[in-house]
């Protein structure tokens, strides 16, 4: 996979908190303290006690001006963690501005990561150099209310509809400064309820056990963006706040031998915790296809819950979380996920170079966003299901019953 080891990583970040992290460029309160990568003297680390304004001896996160019902909750309190911004410490966007392809690509490198959100025939780039820095962005796509995320910690880039029914309130979004599992937590502004980004499930207050409905979005290279969706904008740089767009403030983090930040649950020893995988939720069942074996395969046929599944990989992605600025960062590749049936046909696929993709039924070519691009079904366009390109450790934690993908004939 060329993962690089970055030089005494684990060492380096013992005692961080994520405030810190972030305070590398810029400071909660808008004041620039150090350059990024400038490495703060670690702090002994110790969960934090209850703050005051706490709920109960269980809960250790303060609850000070939040009118969040805390008596409703489907997991236990004592998991969530601060995560060291206050809450909207990591601003969300919420009126964003949008640039053309051309304006963006003066600041956007040819492999840099996007998340690739397209519906009903419109799609939009929200780049992770900006993702990074605010974690949510309050939208709007073809008409649909739209929510995208982004966690760095688990590498989850997930789009959701921000209503409940199709006919319901729309919901706000923002960080509530607080972890689980290593995983942002968000609020929304009409309940105050506290949601887990990595499942869209409600976990604490008046909407607990709700669930936001997931929405095909895709961690894919600006030039592969641009070559499948010509006519699309990209979210603008002009947020409203000064940050250090470009940059990383979480140098060397998905290092494959370093360990997840925040994180107390237990590992899955399967995998290395923060091995890239692409996790894949259906009906309540569940599988990861891991960055190591699609590298090898191109693409693996699969079947889950009566699901007929294709996962695409290429290379053409850089990692948002390696180097100290995103375009230096390595080539990690990247993934697509799609129903192999059209027409009520089963397809199977297998690579045809140059990131690229055939069906041996028909022979047409398809990208890795799954738009077919010459032979019979040219013009066509697989199905893209819901999936996130996830660290093992996260997925894991959030779905321990997984299935991990092995060829067939594998362990």
């Known amino acids: 996979m060329g993962y690089r080891r970055s030089a005494n990583l684990s060492e380096r970040s013992k005692g961080f908190t994520r405030r810190q992290f972030l305070s590398g460029g810029v400071a909660v309160a808008g004041v620039s303290t150090l350059g990024v990568g400038a490495i703060w003297r670690p702090r002994s680390f110790a969960q934090p006690a209850a703050t005051p304004g706490a709920l109960d001896d269980d809960l250790r996160v303060s609850t000070s001006g939040w009118k969040t019902d805390f008596s409703r909750h489907s997991v236990s309190l004592s998991e969530f963690q601060a995560g060291g911004p206050p809450r909207d410490g990591i601003p969300p966007v919420d009126a964003p501005r949008y640039v053309s392809l051309t304006e963006a690509s003066t600041w956007l490198e040819a492999r840099e990561p996007v ?222 996920v799609f129903s192999r049936v059209v027409d009520g046909r089963t397809l199977t696929f297998r690579p045809a170079g140059n990131g690229r993709f055939t069906d041996e039924e028909t022979g047409t070519i398809w990208d890795i966003t799954g738009q077919s691009q010459e032979g019979p079904l040219a013009g066509r366009q697989l199905e893209p299901l819901p999936h996130t390109v996830v660290f093992w450790f996260a997925w894991a934690a959030a779905y321990p019953k997984t299935r991990l993908w092995s060829p067939p004939g594998g362990e």
């Not at 949510?136 to 688990?154: K, M, S, Y």
């Not at 494959?256 to 939720?281: K, N």
């Open 115 to 336: 998340i690739a959100v397209a519906l009903a025939g419109s799609a939009r780039a929200y780049p992770l150099q900006i993702m990074i820095w605010h974690e949510i962005v309050n939208d709007e796509l073809a008409g649909r209310p739209l929510l995208v995320t982004f966690c760095p910690l688990c590498n989850t880039a997930i789009a959701f509809d921000r209503r409940l029914a199709p006919d319901g309130p729309v919901y706000d979004f923002g960080t509530t400064g607080n972890l689980r599992l290593s995983d942002l937590v968000m609020w929304d502004r009409q309940t105050e309820s506290w949601w887990q980004q990595l499942t869209g499930e409600a976990i604490v207050g008046e909407l607990t056990g709700a669930r936001l409905t997931p929405l095909p979005a895709q961690i894919i290279g600006w030039d592969a963006f641009k070559r499948a969706y010509p006519e699309a904008d990209v979210l603008s740089r002009e947020t409203g706040v000064d940050r250090p767009y470009g940059e990383n403030p979480y140098p060397g983090y998905d290092d494959i031998d370093s360990s997840p930040f925040l994180f107390t649950g237990e590992s899955d020893g399967r995998l290395a915790p923060m091995e890239r995988v692409v996790g894949v939720e259906h009906a309540g069942a569940t599988v990861a296809y891991s960055f190591a074996a699609l590298a090898e395969t191109g693409v693996i046929n699969d079947r889950l819950d009566g699901w007929d599944v294709a996962v695409f990989y290429a290379p053409g992605a850089r990692s948002a979380l390696d180097a100290a600025t995103i375009a230096g960062s390595r080539d990690v590749g990247q993934a697509g």
